[in-house]
């Protein structure tokens, strides 16, 4: 049989060489299949690197590494605002009380509490020359009947406290200096016949507008007494006392509508001889309670005149419909 030349069955060199490229290529096929099966059973990419903290995994031989291209768009800056500075204005509201530069105002009742009191000249138990002046100078007013003794004693804190009571000052009865200050103002120093006893001239009446026409009894509370006026003439003059402070004599013009020579009150039974009646019970009568205690005492709100002689003459002049005249 003629042989073909089979692979294999030759022999020599150049068969040799065939059979050395085979095998290397056969190894090399086998080498790569041996690869693809390893690679597979590699960790996964996600594992945690084995280096440093913070240091990222290490690139591949073959692979660059990434690098962020440097940015080209400039930097990104904010506006300088163009709005003012905020600034809260400056107060106007004045300081606290609490501020060491705003001045304490003391309160009224600290202000009244550092008013020193009016210091007391006379009272009762006194006695010398300033007691003296004073009856004096409070008998210029009407406020004293008695001749000056120099002694302060009933009479004279009842003038007192009659005198304070009218000028709207304290009650007190006894002579302070705010009380001293007011007489000096209304009275005249005294002469030696004043304060020895003579009885001062009391002022000359000042007539009401009202009273100078027609016959008028013209009442006057500042002066204490009673003018009877006849045309704007003055007939005669009495020394009148007035109600109390809660019985006060009214003010204003009245008429007489009434007479009652004997008259006695019906209302605290007590004798009100010569009354004429001008105001509902308010009446211009005699009083022997003023002819004895003066000033010391008060009416119930009618005029009481103490010279008996010059009220009957007067009721005696008056007529019925004639004006009353009640002033300050």
């Excluded at 290397?24 to 084995?50: K, N």
């Excluded at 591949?60 to 590494?65: C, D, G, I, K, Y």
């Excluded at 003010?251 to 009100?272: A, N």
């Amino acid at each position: 049989m003629t042989y073909t030349g089979e692979p294999g069955a030759a022999h020599g060199p150049r068969a040799g060489a065939r059979w050395s490229v085979a095998a290397t290529a056969l190894l090399l096929a086998f080498a790569a299949v041996a690869s693809c099966s390893d690679r597979g059973e590699e960790p996964a990419a996600s594992a945690a690197p084995t280096g440093p903290p913070g240091a990222g995994a290490a690139p591949s031989p073959t692979q660059r590494p990434t690098t962020a291209p440097p940015s080209t768009a400039p930097p990104t800056t904010a506006p300088p605002s163009t709005a003012p500075p905020s600034t809260a204005p400056p107060s106007t509201a004045p300081p606290s009380s609490a501020s060491p530069e705003a001045p304490v105002q003391p309160s009224a009742s600290a202000t009244a509490s550092r008013t020193p009191a009016p210091r007391v000249l006379f009272g009762r138990g006194d006695e010398g020359a300033g007691v003296r002046e004073l009856q004096a100078r409070l008998a210029q007013i009407s406020w004293f009947d008695s001749a000056p003794t120099g002694f302060y004693g009933r009479l004279t804190a009842s003038a007192v406290d009659g005198f304070q009571a009218r000028r709207g000052l304290p009650r007190t009865g006894q002579a302070d200096t705010v009380t001293w200050a007011r007489l000096l103002g209304m009275t005249t120093r005294p002469t030696a016949a004043e304060l020895s006893g003579e009885k001062p001239r009391p002022p000359r009446p000042r007539l009401d507008p009202r009273c100078l026409n027609g016959r008028v009894l013209c009442v006057s509370k500042a002066t204490r007494s009673l003018s009877w006026v006849v045309d704007g003439t003055v007939r005669a003059t009495l020394d009148v006392r007035f109600g109390s402070e809660y019985t006060p004599t009214r003010e204003g013009v009245f008429q007489v509508f009434w007479k009652s020579r004997h008259h006695v009150s019906t209302l605290y039974d007590t004798p009100m001889p010569y009354a004429m009646f001008f105001s509902g019970g308010q009446a211009v009568h005699y009083s022997a309670d003023f002819a004895a205690q003066g000033y010391n005492g008060a009416s119930h709100g009618c005029v009481n005149v103490r010279d008996k002689a010059g009220i009957a003459a007067l009721f005696a002049a008056v007529r019925t419909g004639d004006k009353v005249v009640v002033h300050r």
